[in-house]
C-alpha cells in the first residue's frame, strides 16, 4: 500500500498476507504510526489497496462487504447526536427491514451490551463507554459475519475499558463472529484474542503471528495472572522492541 506525498509515492503497507478462520477472534498490533488503521480500511472495503488482494467469505473486497460491520475508535463522530439510541443502532437497517424487525434486532443488541432500557436517551446523556457499547450495538444489529474493530476501547479508562472487553467477549462467545481487532495494547491483544499479529513500522510487514493458547472463558484477574500470559506478553513485547519506531509522518495511519 502506498500514499502519494509531495515527494513521490511512500510505502506504507508491504507484503501482508495473513488469512482469518472463520468464528477467529485475532489481534492487530504494532508501533505508532504503523499503518494499522490503514490496513483494517483496506480489509472493510473504505480503501482501495494500491496492490494485491483481499477477499471475504470467498469474495474479492473491491467495496464495504455487507455482511461486514466496523466499529470505530471515537465513539462521539460514530454515533448521530440527533437520534436517541435505538434509531443509531437502526442506521443502515432503515430502508432494508422491516419496523417489527428492525426493533427486534435492536432489542437484542442492546440486551447483549448491557443497554436495555437506554432505547430512548440521546448520546450526549450517556458516559463514553456507554456510547461505545451503542456504537458494537449498531454493529451486531446488522449481524455480520465479520467484525471490524479499530482501537475500540484506547479512549476510555481503564475500569471501563475492561468492562467492554468482557462484554466483547461475550457477544463473541453468544454470535462466533470473524473479528479483526487493532489495538496498541498488548495486555489486550492478548486477552481478547486467539492469535496476535505483530506489525513493524513501515513499510509494514508482519513480524509475529503467535497463537495465544489461554483457556477460554477469560476473567480480567484469573487469566492475567496466569503464567501463561505473563510468557506471551513477554514474547510479543520483546518482538515490539525489535521493530524500529515509526517516522512521524501523519499520513500512515496508526
Not at 49 to 74: H, N, Y
Not at 203 to 221: E, M
Request: glycine residues 8%; contains cysteine; proline residues 6%.
Amino acid at each position: 500500500m502506498t500514499y502519494a506525498t509531495a515527494n513521490g509515492r511512500r510505502e506504507v503497507l508491504r507484503e501482508l498476507s495473513f488469512e482469518v478462520g472463520e468464528g477467529q477472534f485475532v489481534c492487530v498490533a504494532g508501533p505508532s504510526g504503523c499503518g494499522k488503521t490503514t490496513l483494517l480500511r483496506c480489509l472493510s472495503g473504505l480503501l482501495r489497496p494500491s496492490g494485491g488482494e483481499i477477499w471475504c467469505r470467498d469474495r474479492k473486497v473491491t467495496e464495504p462487504p455487507p455482511d461486514m460491520a466496523l466499529v470505530f475508535q471515537d465513539y462521539s463522530r460514530a454515533l448521530a447526536p440527533w437520534r436517541t439510541v435505538a434509531r443509531n443502532v437502526q442506521l443502515g437497517l432503515e430502508g432494508r427491514l422491516g419496523r417489527g424487525e428492525r426493533a427486534a434486532r435492536t432489542e437484542r443488541a442492546l440486551a447483549m451490551v448491557g443497554l436495555a432500557g437506554h432505547e430512548r436517551d440521546y448520546p450526549s446523556h450517556l458516559s463514553g463507554g456507554m456510547q461505545q457499547r451503542v456504537q458494537i450495538a449498531r454493529a451486531i444489529a446488522h449481524e455480520p459475519a465479520v467484525l471490524l474493530m479499530d482501537e475500540p476501547f484506547a479512549s476510555l479508562d481503564a475500569l471501563t475499558r475492561f468492562k467492554l472487553e468482557d462484554t466483547l467477549l461475550d457477544v463473541w462467545d453468544k454470535l462466533r463472529q470473524t473479528i479483526v481487532l487493532v489495538t496498541h495494547d498488548l495486555d489486550e491483544a492478548i486477552y481478547l484474542g486467539d492469535r496476535v499479529i505483530i506489525l513493524s513500522a513501515p513499510p509494514t510487514r508482519i513480524v509475529a503471528d503467535v497463537a495465544i493458547d489461554l483457556p477460554r472463558p477469560r476473567d480480567q484477574l484469573a487469566t492475567k495472572a496466569d503464567p501463561r500470559f505473563t510468557q506471551l506478553r513477554q514474547q510479543l513485547f520483546e518482538r515490539i522492541l525489535e521493530v524500529e519506531p515509526a517516522q512521524e509522518t501523519g499520513d500512515a495511519g496508526d
